[in-house]
């Protein structure tokens, strides 16, 4: 079944991005690979609907191919503390797979452990729960599928943005309750129109949230990153903007869309929602440790903030007793928060499941991988998204959208 070719490195420009299988396959040792996938638990749904692909019970799709081709492949959800059956398989795992919805957090002290990892798939976009400087000290790869649900979360992203700013959770909560107030929900409903919105991050996402705002005749729509727009994205419909700050003064809506790392963690904190309009709506579906969880109830509580929504949480399932769960602007709305699904529609289930089949079947066969994919490889960040570094990114993962 495995060729001298699936052990030898491919000769291509992109040299630097094809990653050798640990095995020696032109011996007569055991050709095959471990796997491990850390995916959420499916249940029922995920029996009655086999399209919930990330899920345990129908793991991406790939379990038959795996095991056809004679690999072990584990598949759990249970990825918390030193006896889960992450940690317990992470220490011999040659591939891991885990997607941002129930992340198996991939600590320094995990990657010490892991004496035998050389890939880690984010069957998604976001790879934060792996820490990125541990991976690169031990020359591990760590690739996701870049793009796979950039649309399922910008459309979140809009529909997140209008349900604060019309008001209508505590709206539906009044047909659930057997209630009919109009007055109460109109007191704090608005309209988008005439309203400016700005993104931190103009990458895919964020690029494609200012796209999908275009027909709602905002006042500005405006947009904050380090990286420029390629050439052919810029209009004068989209403003940059060059500090943050100055942004957030202007902003009635901030949805945030940058990746998770050292200069983002805790960013949204008390200093920086105070320069927020007063009465500003915030959106955040890129990662949850970006706000300051207190922060964020405290701004709401204080009505310094109208309502904060988004589906990431800092602690992934959220803790029943999470702040975010309760935190209610100063009518007791403002709460647009569900549990991490933006990006794990049908649709972008497809798509994250093809695309983490294909980075482990190029690993598998030796080939290069797609440099849009890669975050990190050979001890190097591929990627420019993950935070400003001195050295150049030795990928070309595209900054742009
Ligand atoms: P991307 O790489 O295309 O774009 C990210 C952009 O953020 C880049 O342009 C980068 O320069 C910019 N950036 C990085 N740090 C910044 C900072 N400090 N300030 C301003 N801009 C900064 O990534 P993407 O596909 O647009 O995804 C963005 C993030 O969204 C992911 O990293 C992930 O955390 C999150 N995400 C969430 C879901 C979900 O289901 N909720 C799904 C996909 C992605």
Redo the contacts with the bound molecule.
Sequence with gaps: MFSLARSRLVSSPHLLHTIKPSRNFSTSSPNMVKVLAVLYKGGQAAKEEPRLLGTIENSLGISDWLKKEGHEFIVTDDKEGPGSEFQKHIADAEILVTT?FHPGYLTADLIEKAKNLKLCVTA???S?HIDLDAANKKSITVAEV??S??VS?AEHVVMSILLLVRNFVPAHEQILADDWNVAQIARNAYDLEGKTVGT???????YRVLERLRGFNCKELLW????DLPEDKKTPEFKRVDKLEDMLAKCDVVTI?????E??KGLFNDQLISKMKKGAWLVN???GAICDRNAVKKALESGHLNGYAG??WDVQPSPKDHPWRHAFNTLGGGNGMVP?Y???TLDAQARYANGAKDIIQRYLAGKEQDPANLIVIDGDYAS??Y?QREKKPTGQKP?G?
Excluded: E, M, Q, W
Excluded at 200 to 206: E, N, S
Excluded at 257 to 261: A, D, K, S
């Design positions: 941002p998604g976009v976001g934060d870049s793009g649900n950039v979360v931190v991050g103009c990458g895919r996402i964020g904050f990153d380090y990286t869309n940058c990746p998770l790392h200069k983002t579906t890129a990662r589906d990431v991490h933006s990006g794990t420019k998204a935070g900054a959208p």
